[in-house]
Nanobody
Framework: QVQLVESGGGLVHPGGSLRLSCAASGRILSINTMGWYRQAPGVERELVAFITSDGSANYADSMKGRFTISRDSAKNTVSLQMDSLKPEDTAIYYC?????????WGKGTLVTVSS
């Protein structure tokens, strides 16, 4: 099993920035990708970004240029730097890790973008 714990959510004004972090523990060897998804009320969960074990980052189109994902394999963490936040970025953000074809999820952290 892999356990994921997110941190860093909160309330931010439009145009502001926030940094999310996710710490992995448990059977962390051979984790392939780590990433972030989000889910707004009444909307299906959607991909934000993911990063592979060799550091290749991929983003959903609407997040390109505003969000940056990074991974520290030594610390087993993945972070998401979010800039130029918009009200439509309001959602619960979930950390995701994939290992041996199995997907693991954190409990999520709420990000609210509002004036």
């Amino acid at each position: 099993q892999v356990q994921l714990v997110e941190s860093g959510g909160g309330l931010v004004h439009p145009g502001g920035s926030l940094r999310l972090s996710c710490a992995a523990s448990g059977r962390i060897l051979s984790i392939n990708t780590m990433g972030w998804y989000r889910q707004a009320p009444g909307v299906e969960r959607e991909l934000v970004a993911f990063i592979t074990s060799d550091g290749s980052a991929n983003y959903a189109d609407s997040m390109k240029g505003r969000f940056t994902i990074s991974r520290d394999s030594a610390k087993n963490t993945v972070s998401l730097q979010m800039d130029s936040l918009k009200p439509e970025d309001t959602a619960i953000y979930y950390c995701n890790a994939r290992r041996s074809g199995v997907s693991y999820w954190g409990k999520g952290t709420l990000v609210t973008v509002s004036s």
